[in-house]
């Protein structure tokens, strides 16, 4: 009897594994699209998730990978867009290998040229938004997950003209560092990036205010294809912060060791160049 139901009785099915995600908000442009495609070589995910508010320029970044893409158009600054991302993670329980908050812009000026709502959309995007997009995914990640959270240079010390970027900066920096303490034992790593100027989309945006000449030439721009395979490279490594260039680490030793009026003064000096 025993033996008859076990022929009839349906094979014991195993469960599917949960479909790996790789999640990449700033993924139109810039470091984020570069992360993208990086991510898209090392095939560490079967999709990829790419969020950012252009639907055409996503569709058409999804479009060059070969890893299936999903283009997930979304204002991050619109608590909405953070419940729906949270209703579809939720929705798929997709196991999320790779997370890179690069959706982020900066503003050239002083507190009376960069207007309102520039000032609290940075502060929005830059930390309300990453720390939303990092919550709603660390429930779905697990050991060897992988999270990179795109700061800056500027998070190394106060800079008069670029004050509030380089204050939310210094909180992605600050916020990452304490995160990667809480996840000790999980087996997830997180690593902050801070590059210092990277050729990008950003300088367009940052001038698009009333102070946009306050800072001159970008010296020493880097390709961001070397900075995303730096920053992976040091997120394969397990390192807290990578700075991605020597003239980065330069600052990131400045900002420890020298006094901050000084570092602001050589900041104006150099601003003006
Ligand atoms: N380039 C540099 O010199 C440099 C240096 C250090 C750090 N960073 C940081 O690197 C990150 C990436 O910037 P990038 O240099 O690659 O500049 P970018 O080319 O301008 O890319 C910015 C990305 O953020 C997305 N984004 C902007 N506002 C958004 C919003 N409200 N909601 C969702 N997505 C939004 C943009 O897409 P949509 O416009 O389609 O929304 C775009 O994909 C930023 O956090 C920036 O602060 C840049």
């Not at 982020?104 to 720390?131: E, S, Y």
């Not at 306050?214 to 997120?235: F, I, M, P, S, Y």
């Amino acid at each position: 009897m025993e033996s008859l139901k076990s022929e009839h009785s349906p094979a014991p099915t195993t469960p599917a594994a949960p479909k790996r995600v790789a999640l990449i908000t700033g993924a139109s442009s810039g470091l984020g699209r570069e992360f993208a495609r990086q991510l898209d070589g090392l095939q560490v995910a079967d999709e990829l998730w790419l969020v950012a508010r252009d639907q055409t320029t996503l569709a058409a970044v999804a479009a060059s990978l070969d890893t299936p893409a999903r283009p997930i158009a979304a204002d991050l600054i619109d608590p909405e867009a953070i419940a729906h991302l949270r209703t579809l993670l939720a929705a798929e329980r997709p196991r999320v290998t790779f997370l890179v908050n690069a959706a982020g812009f900066g503003k050239f000026g002083d507190w009376q040229t960069i207007p309102d709502h520039a000032v609290n959309a940075m502060i929005d995007l830059n930390c309300r938004a990453l720390v939303d997009v990092t919550r709603a995914a660390l429930p779905f990640m697990d050991r060897g997950g992988r999270i990179i959270q795109v700061a800056s240079a500027a998070a190394f010390a106060p800079l008069p003209h670029l004050n509030v970027y380089a204050a939310t900066k210094a909180f992605v920096l600050h916020y990452t560092r304490a995160l990667r303490w809480e996840l000790h034992g999980t087996g997830i790593t997180v690593t902050a990036l801070c590059p210092t100027w990277v050729k990008t989309g950003f300088e367009k945006v940052a001038r698009a205010s009333g102070g946009g000449s306050d800072v001159g030439h970008l010296l020493g721009e880097q390709d961001a294809d070397t900075v995303v395979r730096r920053a992976l490279g040091a997120n394969r490594a397990h390192l807290a912060v990578t700075c991605a260039s020597p003239q980065a680490a330069a600052l990131r030793l400045i900002g420890k060791v020298v006094p901050s009026c000084i570092t602001m003064a050589g900041w104006n000096l150099l601003r003006r160049l």
